[in-house]
Structures are given as C-alpha cells and as structure tokens.
C-alpha cells in the first residue's frame, strides 16, 4: 500500500470497526461513515461471544469450519491489547436433559475438544443461582466473550487515536477514498457497486437485558437459550428468525425466549428485561464475504451471521492484506466473495 492511501469503511459495527483500525494501523488514510448512533446496530445487540466450540455444534452450518473461527479467535489477545478491553476467558457450561448433554459432548468430543464433566458442587460455583434440576454439566474453555457495547465504544476511540475520520452520515460510494471496503451488515444501499450484497439475507435477533442485574459466573449454554452477564448486567440470547428484517420488539419472541432463561435460573422468571432487536447478514452457506468485490477498489467484509464479533480480527487481517497485498493465510480463499460467482448463486 502506498504510504497514506485514502480509503473509505462503510458499516461502524465489528467488523467495519476493527477493520478501520487495523487499515489505519497499516499507513492508511481511513475514512469511516456510518449514519447511526455508537453501537445502534446488529453489534451492539450481541452478547459478545468468541466461541468457536459451541457455536461449531450447535450450529450446522458452522460445524466445518471450527478450524476458521478458532484461528479467528485466537488473533483477539492482540486486538485486546491494542484497544483495552478485557476478554472473558472464563469458558461456557452447558446444562440440559441427558440426550441434549449427550448429543452436546459428542459435538464437542467430533472436534477435537475435552469438555470438563461438571458435578452439580462445582456448577453452584461456576453458575450460582443455576436451578437444582441440572445436577450434571459440560464445560468448555475454548468459547471467551467480550462486552459489546464497551468493546465498540474502545474500538472507535482506538481509531480515532489512529487517525480514522468518522462521519455520521452514509456512504453513497467511495467518497473521496481510492477504495472502498463494505461493511455494513444486511444494507444493501452500495450494491450498485457491490453487487456481491444481493447474496445478503436478514437475520432478526432478539435479547433480553435486565441492567442492574448482577451474575457473575460463566456463560450457560441450555435448550433454547443461553445466560451470561457482567457486572450490574444479566442477557438472555438469542433468537434467530430468518428473513426478517425490521427491528420491531415481537412479544412472541421475548415470552419463549424468557422462559427458557427461567428455566436455568429459576429467579429469573420474575426478573424485569428490556427487549433489544438487531439485524444481522448470512451468505447462502454461513460464511461471510471478505475480500476484493467484483468491480474495481470494493472490498466486502460482510455477512458473518451471529459470529461478527469472533470473526472481526481475522476479517480486518484479510482486508489489510488485500490492500497491502500482503499474505492473506489459509482462509481468504473459503471467505472470497467470488465463491457464489462460481456456484451461480
């Protein structure tokens, strides 16, 4: 990259965020435009889960591709440090019925993990407050998480020490950039530039935050749900309803959604929560579209599903590498927009 190249970033969500920076970090002169609010998008809605392991059995589509998000999540130790944040590395527990726990250990054990057997002594310590009913549990030190809305508020003031502009507006092209790297989650408003972005489908999430809510054990992973907190903050995540695409509160989202919290802890079904919506990318087979676009200067780094946080380190290292042309490593290719070119999609 010639010292001081202009480029614009579309999207100030995980993604175009940690992206920015890392450009920023490379000689670039960055360029960031987003016209919402710090943290009103798909990102700031999360719960802030790294998690390799589960998300690899727990979800289909993910399953082969642990080796990518494991090796995604194993660059955020530097991104901590370079934004200071602190990362959870206390790992997840699940819980549930027999054939559940079952089905959940021989996921795990496929991948090559040793998920720790738990006794119901040792979950009271990990999980204080977890209903008796589930006296048996699986813990995993591979899944880490981060705090959202914090992780973004550090990742802009990080690249705005850097140097990278920020303008609260949309991008309608490359403005003033010679490139133009997309990320901007399910928009399709730059697609005629990116036609890439027509591969794009909505996810609606809903999660339930009860602030001043305190737990502080590790994330517990059940049967329709999962629990985790922070300090003065407890969320129950996460719905997931294909093709949707506004950011409306559907109740008939939240009552299951809530129940099955309550059902791994029994306080909770009395607990008062603020139901949060985001909307959030998937390509047709999971994985998002990073890499060089098909016209000239766009870059994409869209479409990463419910993994934006995980996969934000190693998708800002493949942008850099397209733009430095440097060595992009052994993933670039299964992330390459071009890959539904091929199939015809």
């Not at 794009?200 to 992973?221: E, F, M, T, W």
């Not at 719905?239 to 009552?255: F, H, I, K, L, N």
Request: charge should be neutral.
């Amino acid at each position: 990259m010639s010292r001081g190249a202009k480029i614009t970033v579309a999207g100030a969500g995980a993604l175009g965020l940690t992206t920015a920076l890392a450009l920023a970090d490379a000689g670039a002169q960055v360029t960031l435009f987003d016209p919402a609010p710090v943290a009103d998008n798909a990102s700031g809605v999360a719960a802030g889960m790294l998690a390799p392991a589960f998300e690899a059995v727990l979800d289909a589509g993910a399953g082969p591709h642990f080796d990518l998000l494991s090796a995604a999540r194993n660059l955020w130790p530097a991104l901590e440090a370079r934004i200071g944040v602190s990362v959870d590395r206390s790992g997840a527990v699940a819980v549930g019925e027999a054939d559940y726990l079952g089905a959940m250990e021989a996921g795990l054990k496929g991948l090559g993990l040793h998920p720790t057997e738990l006794e119901r002594r040792a979950l009271d310590g990990l999980a204080p407050g977890l209903a008796p009913r589930w006296t048996r549990g699986l813990l995993v030190r591979e899944d880490w998480r981060i705090e959202a809305a914090q992780t973004l508020v550090a990742l802009r003031r990080a690249a705005e020490s850097a140097g990278v502009v920020f303008r609260q507006a949309a991008a309608t092209g490359f403005e003033d950039g010679e490139r133009l790297v997309i990320a901007t989650g399910n928009g399709r408003d730059l697609a005629v530039v990116a036609p890439e972005l027509d591969n794009l489908s909505p996810i609606k999430g809903h999660i339930l935050r009860a602030r001043g809510r305190a737990y502080n054990g590790v994330v517990v992973r059940g049967q329709g749900a999962y629990v985790t907190g922070a300090p003065g903050d407890l969320t129950i995540g996460a719905t997931m309803q294909a093709g949707v695409e506004d950011r409306s509160v559907d109740p008939a989202q939240v009552a299951p959604l809530q129940t099955a919290g309550a059902r791994l802890f029994p306080a909770l079904a009395e607990t008062e929560f603020m139901a949060e919506t985001g909307i959030r990318a998937a390509t047709p087979d999971g994985l998002p579209m990073v890499g060089r676009g098909r016209h000239h200067g766009v870059l994409l780094a869209v479409g990463a599903r419910r993994n934006g946080w995980l996969l934000a380190p190693l998708v800002a290292k493949l942008i850099v590498a397209c733009v430095t042309e440097g060595e992009a490593g052994p993933y670039a290719e299964r992330l390459n927009p071009a890959r539904f070119n091929a199939a015809g999609k």
